[in-house]
């Protein structure tokens, strides 16, 4: 018997996946059958998981059983075995409860490396990844420019599933100076993890005040064909509607808004609904980047106005880009407070780089990563303004008088992550101040603002708590000890 072990065959993620819990994670699986290819029929007699396959562990090999020999040279081909996250159309979309932000959690993941072995002859592919993959993601193993024994190039052949799901099921809020819940947030989920209800209560769930309530397949509200109901928010204590978030779809583009004001008429159905604010998406496109843009706008008017008045009573509130590399991987997330004169982002027009004119920059993010890609920190840059006791401090070019780079200043926060050996976060610190050698980069003396502690199920690499904390007043982790407060505790069910 021989085998051929090729390391270095790559897990190609193609876009943003949902980290972490409390994300509305549908873990049906995406099939998109056979991918175009050359040659003569199926190839592939079995695989483990099976197409369609739901509730694959994140840790374990996948096996390919081929119907006729294969040419083994094939597998060196870094393109012949691929595993691809599969794209979440909205992962780069708005923030669900504010469409102001994007939703931090959603971020790209990273490139990973596996070894392919291939037994010649059970005529058996097996891949093992390096790292786990992510819970509650849907997955594309790509089997693709391989020949079989009599030299033929096989048809190109697509294997969908998804992983176990882990959700979060609850998390609770803490007062860091009683140390008493003060609010309770209960997730309600199907079969295939997908969100159906949100509960919130004042104090706990067991005896505290059901305060609000959100149904995710909520058919009550009538609105027109381009439009999709995403969410419905009702009044805990009365169970009268309190308004609903939509999809709205004009020719090729998608705009989201929340509406809070059923107008007139005083019934939530669309035609005179106010709306407050809404955004939509677009990419862009750079020869070493891409770009999501993610425009806001707001209406003139305090109470909202129609959808129908989008044109003339809504003006451009805030403005997010997204920077990603050629990996599909956030590098940088600013915000502007103006696009100037021309309403459009700034870029040199041979590159496709950042490059402001008379764009106002309010704040921006800068990540750094590791080989795999993990993110292991985040720097800000550029102060938000907090009503009269904090003014807003735009970030300004640094001694190399170029904006977007590391020398910029202010860099008012850093957040640094920590990896266990299978590439899954244990640690998450929020560093508010460079300390006594005034060097970011050199955490040990660096003022700690707060910090999230993650625990995984026993034996197991699913996650089972976090743990969020805020600092005392020492500046100093202490692991939920010492002055330490408690601030949030979020928990996962590592059994879906």
């Known amino acids: 018997m021989r085998t051929y072990a090729l390391a270095g065959i790559s897990l190609l993620v193609l876009l943003n996946g949902c980290g ?59 393109d012949a075995v691929q595993l691809q996250l599969v794209n979440r159309m909205m992962a780069d979309m708005p923030h669900p409860d504010d469409p102001a932000l994007t939703d931090p959690s959603m971020d790209t993941m990273p490139r990973i490396l596996g070894t392919a072995t291939y037994n010649e002859a059970a005529r058996m592919l097996t891949f093992a990844p390096d790292t786990h993959l ?16 009599a030299g033929t190039t096989v048809r ?10 882990n959700p979060e099921i609850r998390s609770e809020e803490y007062d860091p100076v009683t140390g008493q819940i003060t609010e309770t947030t209960v997730y309600t989920r199907d079969a295939n993890g997908r969100t159906t209800r949100i509960d919130n209560y004042l104090g706990t769930d067991t005896t505290g005040t059901l305060q609000r309530y959100t149904l995710f397949n ?67 496109h ?18 909202g106005a129609p959808w129908s008045e989008r044109n003339t ?26 696009l100037g004169a021309n309403g459009q982002v700034d870029v040199n027009p041979t590159t496709g780089e950042l490059a402001p004119i008379d764009d106002v920059v309010a704040r921006y993010d800068f990540v750094t990563r590791d080989a795999q890609g993990r993110r292991l920190s985040t720097k800000t840059f550029g102060q938000r303004g907090r009503g009269t006791t904090q003014p807003a401090i735009p970030p300004t070019a640094g001694p ?97």
């Open 400 to 496: 190399d008088g170029r904006l977007f780079t590391n020398d910029d200043v202010p860099l008012v926060e850093m957040e640094v992550a920590t990896y266990n050996a299978m590439g899954h976060r244990t640690l998450e610190v929020e560093y508010n101040s460079p300390g006594l050698d005034n060097n970011w980069d050199t955490v040990a003396d660096n003022r700690v603002s707060e910090y999230k502690l993650y625990t995984f199920a026993p034996g197991t690499d699913l996650l089972s708590e976090e743990r969020s904390y805020v600092d005392g007043g020492n500046g100093i982790m202490e692991n939920g000890a010492g002055d330490d407060k408690l601030e949030e505790v979020e928990t996962y069910d590592p059994t879906k």
């Open 313 to 338: 009573a809504f003006q451009v509130s805030g403005v997010q880009l997204r920077q990603m590399d050629q990996q599909m991987q956030t590098v940088r997330i600013v915000n502007y407070s103006s």
């Open 218 to 284: 909520d058919t009550t509200i009538t609105v027109p064909a381009n439009v999709t109901v995403r969410s419905v928010n009702y009044d805990g204590a009365t169970g009268e509607k309190t308004g609903y978030s939509v999809d709205i779809k004009e020719g090729t583009t998608t705009y989201r808004a929340n509406i809070r004001n059923p107008g007139a008429n005083n019934v939530f159905d669309f035609t005179d609904d106010l709306i407050r604010s809404y955004s939509t998406g677009r990419e862009m």
């Open 134 to 149: 992510e819970t509650g993601e849907d997955y594309h193993l790509v089997i693709s420019n391989l020949r079989n024994a």
């Open 156 to 165: 190109a052949q697509t294997i969908a599933f998804s992983t176990l799901n």
């Open 20 to 78: 972490g819990g409390g994300g509305d994670k549908d873990t049906t699986p995406r099939n998109t059958g056979n991918l175009p290819g050359t040659g003569g029929s199926t190839v592939i007699a079995s695989s483990t998981p099976s197409n369609g396959t739901k509730g694959v562990a994140i840790d374990t090999p996948f096996t390919v059983t081929f119907t006729e020999a294969m040419n083994p040279t094939s597998f060196t081909n870094p």
């Open 286 to 303: 750079g020869t070493a980047h891409e770009h999501m843009v993610t425009t806001t706008y707001s209406s003139t008017a305090q109470t």
